[in-house]
């Protein structure tokens, strides 16, 4: 039974359309994080965040943005998708480096 | 720089039998935390199992265990009895205790078979 959810879990959108993935968490923890994997299944991390108002960007270069209004959402914005884009974006968080993530079923994003 | 290296990208194993992931990762700490995830097909990744660097014994979760050798770097994952809903994905994850950042390794996909 998932604690943190993500919205849509399927998502087909066109080229230049903006779209928001939700990522909520009913667990409290401060640590929130995405990470676009790609079709090989490797992980990549785009942003994070420690906290309220706490926002860093990853790894992996990134045309997206997010926010961390409230501790339990940490939406991710695209302005103007691409197909390039197109990928599964996963949400996780976390309480403290010790414990591991507890990640989201997944947004699956196709844009066309 | 930090890394994790999962050096077998698939593997498979008959039902009932016992199969070993490898994973081995590289860093100057002596403090950090290794971790093993599972993301079945278009399902949820969960946290399998998890390890501190500072704890000699190794990690055991019911049929999945460790062999955690911090001398050699390195943190493989035993699974024993293998079941088909073993078949998955799995990650080998690492993190130190001066960052909030895990690092993870490229995955092995495993099928278990009938």
């Known amino acids: 039974e998932a604690d943190i959810y993500q919205t849509p879990r399927y998502l087909v959108i066109g080229t230049g359309k903006k779209i928001t993935l939700e990522c909520s968490q009913t667990m409290g923890h401060d640590k929130m994080y995405w990470y676009q994997q790609d079709p090989g299944m490797e992980l990549h991390l785009i942003h994070y965040?420690?906290?309220?108002?706490?926002?860093e960007k990853g790894d992996l270069s990134s045309e997206s943005t997010v926010s961390r209004i409230r501790t339990e959402h940490f939406p991710l914005t695209l302005e103007s998708a691409r197909p390039s884009h197109t990928s599964q974006y996963l949400c996780?968080?976390?309480?403290?480096?010790?414990?591991?993530?507890?990640f989201g079923s997944g947004t699956r994003l196709t844009v066309v | 720089a930090q890394t994790v290296t999962q050096s077998q990208p698939e593997m498979s194993v008959q039902e009932a039998e016992t199969v070993t992931l490898s994973c081995t990762y590289d860093t100057s700490e002596s403090n950090y935390y290794l971790f093993w995830y599972k993301q079945p097909p278009s399902r949820q990744m969960i946290l399998v199992i998890r390890q501190e660097a500072y704890k000699q014994q190794n990690a055991t979760e019911n049929r999945f265990s460790v062999n955690f050798q911090k001398a050699a770097k390195s943190f493989s994952l035993k699974i024993s009895d293998s079941q088909l809903g073993d078949t998955a994905m799995y990650f080998c994850a690492f993190i130190d205790s001066g960052t909030y950042k895990y690092i993870f390794g490229t995955g092995t996909r495993l099928k278990v078979l009938a």
């Open positions: 965040s420690y906290g309220v108002n706490s926002t």
């Open positions: 996780a968080s976390s309480p403290d480096r010790h414990y591991g993530y507890t």
